[in-house]
């Protein structure tokens, strides 16, 4: 591990101007590019203290051996120059993708004697049309055989074409009417061209034309009472539009744009990219990529443009480019773009309309890639198994732990405290094993000590269970953790590593909780969100696993399992506490009659008004239940109103009880506890 003052530019040696430079480390192999507005700015920033820098970040300067520097004259050349480094180095820190497949294009070959149309992957040739890319090869064989028909463009190999011409016969598209057969000299060689020609304007988006005419040639054939012409052209007609149909008009006006999605988490990124051409959807494809580096979403979006545009010209790169996060600065790239494409070029973020619909759907799709990504990921059982084996030695195991429990502690502000504790064994998530919590010890917030209280009371009960098989006896606690028998659940197994979401403080509260228990046999940990650290009981400093560590990745895993499912709780809490009712608490009143009484007076605020005689009239309610109901009312004090932050009404109550909707203004009073963002967000 190199220390980065050994390397670090003399004071003044670095040029305050627009360049790019790259890290090399001891074998002189480049590590990492990167690109500046200002060389000493940017170069200054890797070589601080090395605790102010982010872990990824550290890593790179101390693998790193030496840094050189390449001034240009402006940022787009230093756009250039970097993506070309990247392209020649490979470098290990850089934001690479990895394309989760190879994306074929349509392919017309216009610059052969003979255009042909076929499937077509890999880098793209001088001379040749291209469409796509599509997400399947047979997409792609499906639409040339409906528009064969209309356009009978030339499809086979080269060594096919040259024999049907030796031998003088057609093959067999040329026999059925799907090739022109130039092979034989059925048509010219400009004839052949020509229809190639019209076959790229129809892929290209120019359809109303093609149909048009032969709608107009169809009539025709049939006033001349050339019916069978007719029919033909009739289901010409019916390919091109099947073949129009395969992509749906989504953008109005024509328009040709590429639309680019990003979701991302701590370790990884997704990217998804729409092709509309003519309005219409031409293919999509993605990628998914390491965020081995600390970076933005408009840095992920930049590099995503320069991996996608880096080898295009012209008409390849569209009118418009729809991201979700501007890079910066923009103009650089906004120009690099336009410079590949020889006119202006479009770089913004969607608004409104139809764009913006259609950005969220491409958003839905990266999303569901980075899940489809993870899932396979995690479902590998060599993967699974080397992240228990790093987990176990990073951790100082006396073996893998193959059942992992994590507990999180969630609430609003204090309010409807509860905790999460999710299992996974096997490096896979056992949710018929996961419980849920309500902090019963204290009120208020405090993470520390519901951990504690939470800890205690799984182990309480597993220590239990291991003394008899019988049920729970103590019925008073754990109550909120009863099937749906109302029976206790069960806490036989105990797992091998227990991880607790967050730092030292809570660390310590867990092992506390098993030491008072005289549980010895089980490890502890804690996983810090803010830098990914692993917390060990009683160490001063943290376990700090790889950046492209999968034990690390495991933790995460199950440490945001943890969460969700916290999260997830406490909502529904809150949300059943919002929509109770203050007849809820009058003892011996049923369903059935809080319905008669709310129908009877239309809503809560007016049965608290009402005297007990006014009470007794409603059928079933007599003068006991009635006094018992007026005393429960008055105890129980009118909520402030809640307010519907988005429309600014005040929420009053409705004919249940539960809060309902009236006109009021921005501003009034939120109630505790009420999901508003003012009042502070979820842990």
């Avoid at 092992?511 to 996983?527: P, Q, R, S, Y």
Wanted: one cysteine or more.
């Amino acid at each position: 591990m190199a220390d980065p003052s050994s390397y670090r530019p003399r004071p003044g040696e670095i040029p305050d101007s627009p360049g790019v430079y790259k890290f090399r480390d001891e074998h002189r192999r480049v590590i990492y590019v990167g690109k500046a507005k200002s060389l000493r700015q940017r170069l200054a920033n890797y070589f601080q203290d090395l605790a102010g820098l982010h872990p990824r970040t550290r890593t790179m300067v101390t693998t790193a051996a030496s840094v050189e520097w390449t001034v240009v004259s402006t940022e787009v050349e230093a756009l250039q120059l970097e993506y070309s480094w990247i392209k020649e180095y490979d470098p290990r820190f850089n934001v690479k993708y990895r394309d989760d497949k190879s994306y074929p294009y349509l392919a017309v070959t216009m610059n052969e004697e003979y255009p042909r149309v076929q499937v077509m992957r890999g880098h793209k040739k001088k001379g040749v049309r291209y469409f796509g890319p599509y997400g399947h090869a047979w997409a792609i064989r499906d639409t040339v055989d409906l528009l064969l028909r209309v356009f009978p463009v030339r499809t086979c190999s080269a060594g096919v074409f040259k024999n049907a011409a030796r031998t003088g016969r057609p093959c067999l598209l040329g026999y059925i009417g799907k090739c022109s057969a130039p092979c034989v000299g059925r048509v010219s060689e400009e004839e052949h061209r020509e229809l190639a020609e019209e076959f790229c304007d129809f892929m290209a988006g120019r359809t109303g034309t093609y149909i048009r005419r032969l709608e107009q040639r169809m009539t025709d054939a049939a006033e001349e009472m050339e019916y069978e012409r007719a029919a033909r052209l009739r289901d010409d007609i019916e390919a091109l539009r099947k073949a129009m149909e395969k992509s749906a008009v989504v953008l109005a006006d024509a328009t040709d744009a590429d639309l680019i999605a990003v979701a991302e988490d701590e370790l990884e990124a997704a990217v998804q990219i729409f092709h509309v051409r003519g309005g219409r959807v031409r293919g999509q494809r993605g990628w998914v990529t390491d965020k081995v580096e600390d970076v933005t979403t408009g840095a992920l979006v930049e590099h995503a443009l320069q991996q996608l545009y880096g080898e295009e010209t012209g008409d390849s790169v569209p009118k418009e480019v729809l991201v979700p996060a501007l890079p910066d600065p923009v103009e650089p790239v906004q120009q690099w773009l336009t410079d590949r494409r020889g006119a202006n070029v479009s770089l913004r973020i969607p608004q409104r309309g139809d764009k913006k619909s259609l950005m969220e759907t491409v958003a839905r799709n990266a999303q569901q890639s980075l899940i489809l990504h993870k899932t396979k990921r995690a479902s590998d059982l060599t993967t699974r198994s080397r992240a228990l084996e790093e987990i176990s030695e990073a951790l100082d195991l006396e073996s893998a732990p193959l059942r992992i429990e994590c507990y999180d502690i969630s609430h609003l502000q204090g309010d409807d405290v509860v905790a999460s504790m999710v299992v996974f064994e096997d490096g896979l998530s056992r949710k018929s094993e996961y419980r849920r919590f309500q902090i019963k010890g204290f009120e208020g917030q405090d993470d520390v000590r519901s951990m504690h209280e939470v800890i205690t009371r799984r182990f309480r009960r597993y220590l239990a269970e291991k003394e008899k098989t019988g049920e729970w006896v103590d019925g008073d606690e754990l109550t909120d953790l009863k099937d749906d028998e109302g029976r206790p659940k069960r806490f036989a197994y105990p797992p091998q590593l227990v991880v607790v979401d967050g730092g030292q403080p809570q660390v310590a509260a867990a092992k506390k909780a098993l030491d008072e228990l005289g549980i010895d046999d089980i490890a502890v940990c804690g996983l810090a969100k803010r830098l990914e650290e692993v917390w060990l009981p009683d160490e001063d400093d943290p376990v700090v696993l790889p950046r492209t560590s999968e034990g690390l990745y495991l933790l995460q895993r199950v440490r945001d399992e943890a969460h969700r499912f916290a999260i997830t709780y406490q909502r529904a809490k809150r949300a059943k506490r919002f929509r109770a009712s203050p007849l809820d608490d009058v003892p011996g009143l049923g369903e059935t009659r809080k319905q008669a009484l709310i129908k009877h007076f239309g809503s809560v605020k007016k049965l608290r008004s009402a005297t007990i005689d006014q009470i007794c009239e409603v059928p079933g309610i007599g003068r006991k239940t009635a006094e018992t109901i007026a005393v429960a009312l008055a105890q129980a004090a009118p909520a402030a109103p809640a307010v519907n932050t988005a429309t600014g009404e005040i929420m009053e109550d409705t004919e249940d009880g539960t809060p309902g909707t009236t006109a009021g203004a921005p501003g009034d009073p939120v109630p505790a506890g009420a999901p508003d963002e003012r009042r502070g967000q979820e842990t």
